[in-house]
């Protein structure tokens, strides 16, 4: 079975400061994705990552995937109130399905 | 704006009576996905069409169906709901994975209580 685990599960911190959220798995994927979601509302895609070691911005988030693409990295620099949200990756895995990750549940305090 | 647009966004339900949970999409895309979410816990896929190849997962439970009548419309029948099925429920949509970039999106959800 295939498992994406995501830490930290929980992160409370003060607007302006660095963090990284980690999605890991012993497993390798096509691709995988990066979403946020707020308080009822559907996930909201913030980027795709296919190859290994590749790096992606957005503006103040960093995406990376591991070489072997088996896990990857999200990093927001000088985090805001309005980055507050669930933060979920998903790995492509077999045919037309995605492997969720348990989820980082994020507040940045003003 | 091309999207994928869930109705209604709240539905109330009684214990044990059937509903409907419609979702479209002006994406044209092969693929449609149902999952269901529970507080603060990763989306669980329940099951995917491409075109009309329907694909349960295997812990979905017989109380739940799904209907494609065409490209654009989905629906997920919940037969007899229990208290347990109080959740949202979100449809996504996908492009076949002919490339690198198998990314879903997804609709807004519909939040369902069951009284």
């Known amino acids: 079975t295939q498992l994406l685990e995501q830490s930290p599960q929980f992160l409370s911190i003060q607007e302006g400061e660095n963090l990284t959220v980690y999605c890991n798995s012993s497993?390798?994927?096509?691709?995988l994705q990066w979403y946020r979601q707020e308080p009822g509302e559907g996930p909201v895609l913030l980027v795709t990552?296919?190859?290994?070691?590749e790096v992606k911005k957005l503006k103040r988030l960093t995406f990376q995937f591991g070489d072997a693409r088996k896990d990857s990295s999200l990093h927001i620099t000088a985090a805001q109130p309005g980055d507050t949200g669930l933060y979920l990756c998903a790995g492509a895995s077999g045919t037309y399905k995605y492997i969720f990750g348990t989820g980082t549940r994020l507040k940045v305090l003003a | 704006d091309a999207m994928v647009i869930q109705n209604p966004r709240y539905q109330v339900t009684q214990f044990g009576k059937p509903v409907t949970l419609s979702c479209s999409q002006t994406l044209n895309h092969n693929v449609m996905y149902w999952y269901q979410q529970k507080s603060s816990q990763a989306p669980k896929l329940l099951f995917h069409?491409?075109?009309?190849?329907?694909?349960n997962e295997a812990d979905t439970p017989d109380n739940f169906q799904s209907r494609r009548p065409n490209t654009s419309f989905c629906f997920l029948d919940i037969r007899s709901p229990g208290l347990g099925d109080a959740a949202m429920y979100l449809c996504?949509?996908?492009?076949?994975?002919?490339?690198?970039?198998?990314?879903?999106?997804f609709g807004p959800g519909t939040r369902l209580t069951v009284l």
């Open positions: 990552v296919v190859t290994g070691g």
């Open positions: 497993s390798v994927f096509s691709s």
């Open positions: 996504a949509t996908s492009r076949p994975w002919t490339s690198g970039y198998n990314e879903q999106f």
């Open positions: 069409y491409y075109d009309k190849d329907f694909n």
